[in-house]
């Protein structure tokens, strides 16, 4: 077990609904990142969370946002879902010290009907 | 933008002999590069990685070696096995911010 962990495993809703998914991290890990796999393709970057605030993000809309809690649990919500948004959201998390290292979660698989 | 380009799609090895991968970047800032291993159904796992500072790094069967003059670098697994089948990720972190790109992946099988 990594220690970073995600919820739900799996998910089905239907175009046009919203959707949040949850990230627990490790204590310690204040960057948590996002990522969408589609299908037979590599992670895509989403967006990044450093000490509750994003500071970098992907080629994704506004309809994607994201909150990180001092927790060290993060989420990610999806608005106005989309045929295409369904794959794999993973996060991955990484203590200030190690200042490379990701582990990522074992992802939420979004399915949009 | 950045892009990382990752060959090939697809590779087939008979088990014992080595599997090479191979990756190229478009950030000539990028200084860190991982490799990461997915198998069916689970998270990317990462199996090593190397920063701009280093040329080559080897973790048992497992060897990284980065040119960035030529913004490339590879994997390379020797006496695969067959557990070592899996789709293999590289990636890249550029200098500017946290981002790491990701290629599109390798699915390597290990014939018996």
């Known amino acids: 077990e990594t220690g970073v962990t995600q919820s739900p495993t799996h998910l089905i809703k239907t175009r046009g609904q919203q959707v949040t998914l949850r990230c627990s991290s490790q204590?310690?890990?204040?960057?948590v990142s996002w990522y969408q796999q589609a299908l037979g393709q590599g992670p895509q970057f989403i967006f990044q969370?450093?000490?509750?605030?994003?500071?970098g993000r992907g080629n994704f809309p506004p309809r994607f946002s994201g909150l990180q809690f001092p927790n060290y649990s993060s989420e990610l919500n999806v608005n106005a879902l989309e045929l295409d948004d369904s794959a794999l959201y993973l996060c991955?998390?990484?203590?200030?010290?190690?200042?490379?290292?990701?582990?990522f979660g074992s992802g939420t698989r979004l399915t949009v009907v | 933008g950045e892009n990382v380009e990752q060959h090939p799609s697809t590779l087939s090895v008979q088990e014992g002999d080595s599997a090479v991968i191979k990756c190229t970047y478009s950030d000539s800032a990028s200084n860190y590069f991982p490799w990461y291993k997915q198998e069916l159904g689970k998270r990317p796992q990462l199996i090593i990685d190397?920063?701009?500072?280093?040329g080559e790094k080897k973790d048992q069967r497992i060897a990284v070696t980065l040119n960035k003059t030529a913004k490339h670098f590879s994997l390379h697994i020797t006496e695969t096995q067959p557990e070592d089948s899996a789709v293999y990720f590289c990636?890249?972190?550029?200098?500017?911010?946290?981002?790491?790109?990701f290629g599109k992946g390798t699915r390597l099988h290990i014939l018996p």
């Open positions: 969370y450093y000490r509750e605030e994003e500071n």
């Open positions: 204590s310690g890990h204040n960057t």
């Open positions: 190397i920063r701009s500072n280093v």
């Open positions: 991955a998390s990484r203590p200030p010290e190690a200042n490379y290292g990701y582990t």
């Open positions: 990636a890249a972190r550029g200098n500017r911010d946290d981002k790491i790109i």
